[in-house]
């Protein structure tokens, strides 16, 4: 009968190690005193792995992983890495296809022609991370990244200053993800990242600053380039806005004003509405029929909406074409 003390590392999950205790009170893999800077573990952390030791919690800082390989086969749910500390570890050419690696911390590891195909790295601080030639496809980050949702607490708290910090290694992350998707061709994948680097940009603006407004423009315009039916509802929206406009103040047509009537029955009023709406759609669009002409302010109004209707079709054409070729 073994009577050596066991380990005395819970996971947050509740998962107990088995493992022998060293003398600190944890096994050697869960001891975070126990310096294992450059220690070849590659082999070692997978003879644990297969025999069924714990693998949450794992403290492997600055460790040397090159080429570990945790892939389970014939497991749809691959190792569970959760809660580990691989702060600079080298993990160069690890294979790690499918592994959850949730509330743990990546941050500056040598991730270097590694697989991380499908992992779950949902509240992992992956910042300063090396993703040369890594392959992630498939990455599971989450809604958001633990540092976003830690400069949205520090907001919260108003703590502006720790979550302007925090918001610029959000930053910083997606533009290593952005990089990384590209370098491999996934580049919708890069899209994606390119929209929420500049969304961790936008909020990084001062409250009511002129370059805060600008960005949420933009953003409401097209999505920073990323999001074609921005435009389309944006487009939608002005040609709604100035038919409204129109069914106000007046237009001409066949040497009648068209506009709202209250002396008039609904079906009269939904019909100049809708000739209000179809002349939007063509001064919008710049056909300009010439059947129906603004008259008085709602000439102004004619000329910003074709102005604005020009530039919008372009951008649509420069986003969906961009969107498209990827």
């Known amino acids: 009968m073994n009577n050596k003390p066991k380990c005395q590392y819970i996971s947050p999950d509740g998962h107990s190690c088995q493992e022998i205790d060293m003398g600190s009170g944890y096994c050697f893999w869960h001891d975070a005193k126990f310096d294992k800077s450059g220690l070849e573990l590659s082999q070692k952390l997978e003879r644990y792995a297969k025999k069924g030791g714990l693998l949450q919690g794992l403290e492997l ?26 702060y600079r570890a080298n993990l160069h050419g690890a294979h790690l296809f499918n592994s959850t690696i949730k509330n743990a ?14 992992c779950k790295l949902e509240n992992t601080n992956i910042l300063g ?7 992630i496809d498939n990455l599971v980050l989450g809604d958001k990244l633990l540092q976003e949702n830690q400069a949205i607490e520090a907001t ?20 290593l993800l952005r990089k990384g998707a590209e370098q491999q061709g996934l580049f919708e994948m890069a899209g994606k990242y390119t929209y929420s680097e500049l969304r961790m940009r936008h909020a990084q603006y001062p409250k009511y ?15 920073y380039g990323e999001k074609p039916e921005n435009v389309i509802r944006f487009s939608l929206g002005m040609i709604l806005l100035c038919a409204l406009c129109y069914f106000v103040l007046g237009i001409n047509y066949n040497d009648e004003t068209i506009r709202i009537d209250t002396s008039a029955t609904f079906e009269d ?12 759609v063509v ?13 008085g302010i709602t000439r102004l109004i004619a000329t910003i909406e074709a102005f604005i209707g020009s530039f919008s079709l372009a951008l649509f054409v420069v986003v969906f074409v961009k969107r498209m070729t990827r």
Do not use: W
Request: charged share 25%; glycine share 4%.
């Open 283 to 295: 001064t919008f669009t710049t056909l300009g029929y010439g059947d129906i002409t603004p008259v």
């Open 209 to 223: 600053s002129k370059k805060r407004m600008v960005s949420s423009f933009i953003d409401m315009l097209c999505g």
């Open 105 to 118: 911390s990546l941050m500056k590891a040598d991730l270097r022609d590694a697989n991380l195909h499908c």
């Open 61 to 86: 800082k600055r460790a040397n992983l090159e080429g570990l390989n945790l892939v389970k086969f014939n497991d749809h749910n691959g190792y569970d890495l959760s809660y580990s500390n691989f």
């Open 269 to 280: 009023n939904l019909h100049a509405m809708f000739n209000c709406f179809y002349f939007s």
């Open 129 to 135: 991370v090396k993703l040369n030639a890594t392959r």
């Open 156 to 175: 919260k708290q108003k703590n502006y200053e720790e979550a302007q910090d925090l918001y610029l290694q959000s930053e910083e992350i997606y533009r």
